[in-house]
T-cell receptor, first 115, second 112 residues
């Protein structure tokens, strides 16, 4: 089975540009997480979806960040406008059951650099 | 707020030796403690987890121990191999929820 798929794997953009990160969770998984990883702050949860519905977005840093999950197979994380401090590795993870402590399976990440 | 501290930040061992990574957590209601291994250029992958009703769990060369009273848990890797070299993260649940607080990571290097 394919794991969590993320695209692009690397993104370099200029400050002020819009950035869209994409995620395809594991088929059959009902929970989806977006994380951000930086040297300074480590691994942080940004937003959590349960059956395609955003449940907890308390980790989203500010209004420049938005996330959608239009169906069970696809999610996007958008940054508009992007800033240099948004440079980080963004991970998508999925798990089988919602609202439970099931194993979270991480994708390979998108390494974002905002110049 | 909830916090997880992880030590050491780097660890270098000789192949065949054991490695121990320790974490402490602040939320006394935490009941789920996974450990993730992250190789270069990849996402974290679960290697073992433990729940608060268990004091120890073992899977081949990997074991995790939990001391709820002291609020700390540890990862033990025996007979280390070069392919064990990676960054290891501990995590603790916020209460009994799905939300995890991650430690800052330990970079393990196993010297051949």
């Amino acid at each position: 089975d394919a794991g969590v798929i993320q695209s692009p794997r690397h993104e370099v953009t200029e400050m002020g540009q819009e950035v869209t990160l994409r995620c395809k969770p594991i088929s059959g998984h009902n929970s989806l997480f977006w994380y951000r990883q930086t040297m300074m702050r480590g691994l942080e949860l940004l937003i959590y979806f349960n059956n395609n519905v955003p449940i907890d977005d308390s980790g989203m840093p500010e209004d420049r960040f938005s996330a959608k999950m239009p169906n069970a197979s696809f999610s996007t994380l958008k940054i508009q406008p992007s800033e240099p401090r948004d440079s980080a590795v963004y991970f998508c993870a999925s798990s089988r059951e919602p609202d439970s402590q099931e194993t979270q399976y991480f994708g390979p990440g998108t390494r974002l650099l905002v110049l | 707020g909830e916090n997880v501290e992880q030590h050491p930040s780097t660890l270098s061992v000789q192949e065949g030796d054991s490695a121990v990574i320790k974490c402490t957590y602040s939320d006394s209601a935490s009941n789920y403690f996974p450990w993730y291994k992250q190789e270069l250029g990849k996402g974290p992958q679960l290697i073992i987890d433990i729940r608060s009703n268990v004091g120890e769990k073992k899977d081949q060369r990997i074991a995790v121990t939990l001391n709820k009273t002291a609020k700390h848990f540890s990862l033990h890797i025996t007979e280390t191999q070069p392919e064990d070299s990676a960054v290891y993260f501990c995590a603790a649940s916020i209460g009994s929820s799905y939300k995890l607080i991650f430690g800052s990571g330990t970079r393990l290097l196993v010297r051949p």
